[in-house]
């Protein structure tokens, strides 16, 4: 298969730009690298610059993808979309402008994490007490980092988190212990331990495309040097186009089913 790259700069916030073009190419090598696909074209946006409305690098990387295809129905050509997130005090690519003949063209959106998250934070204010899933919305980033937060009282010690993930149709349609007997993919997060009042990085939740659901099964040992396990999942917290709600940024862990 062949692939056209379409990357997204702000030059007039050079620090930020150039660290995002570096994690866009970055991004779109390992993709091209993974599926052996063959770079025939590159096109970066200039955002912000006199002539940049209507994103008209994107247009000519449509165009140019469009014409690289074997027929009109052929899906031999990708468009690959770096990152849709904002570069700097700029805003993210959420509606791309329309191409004729773009309906019939492969699109894969690699949505390259421009700001990294922080890998452990505060106890936000607000939560009581218990064990948490807390969503940072990062809107602009189009992303949401998910931690673990430990609002008791006691540390946690040798913490295992593995994640499970269906599809939002499965479910849905399913309920009880139907609805998790079969994941599509599970990995694990471990930790030595989690203080009280500390947040660890467990996921990331992408929002460009929602339609998968995470379970997290959380297993620990406490001060009393029993093993506890519990599960939370992530249902409320993966809407499209997600934005901060300060009432919806809390999943409390309960027992294990």
Request: charged share 20%.
């Amino acid at each position: 298969m062949k692939a056209v790259a379409y990357y997204r700069t702000r030059p007039s916030e050079p620090g930020a730009s150039d660290l995002a073009l570096l994690t866009q190419q970055a991004a779109v090598r390992a993709v091209v690298e993974r599926h052996g696909y063959t770079l025939v074209a590159e096109f970066i946006e200039r955002e912000g610059e006199e002539g940049s409305g209507g994103s008209p690098a994107y247009v000519d990387a449509v165009r140019t993808a469009i014409s690289q295809k074997e027929d009109t129905t052929a899906l031999d050509v990708t468009l690959l979309v770096a990152s849709n997130a904002g570069i700097g005090s700029g805003e993210p690519f959420r509606t791309a402008p329309h191409v004729k003949g773009d309906n019939g063209l492969l699109h894969q959106h690699l949505n390259a994490t421009l700001l990294p998250p922080e890998p452990e934070i505060d106890l936000p204010s607000g939560v009581p007490g218990g064990l948490y899933l807390y969503a940072d919305f990062r809107p602009r980033q189009l992303d949401t980092p998910l931690y673990l937060c430990n609002a008791g009282t006691e540390v946690l010690a040798e913490v295992e988190v593995t994640i499970g993930t269906i599809s939002l149709f499965q479910f849905h349609r399913l309920q009880g212990p139907e609805r998790w007997a079969t994941v599509q993919e599970s990995y694990g997060k471990q930790f030595e331990a989690v203080p009280p009042g500390r947040c660890v990085l467990i996921n990331t939740l992408d929002h460009v495309i929602a339609d998968e659901v995470n379970r997290y099964c959380l297993s620990f040992t406490g001060a009393e040097g029993r093993r506890t396990t519990m599960e939370a999942h992530d249902r409320t917290l993966t809407a499209s186009w997600l934005e901060e709600d300060p009432a919806n940024v809390w999943v409390r862990f309960g027992d294990a089913k």
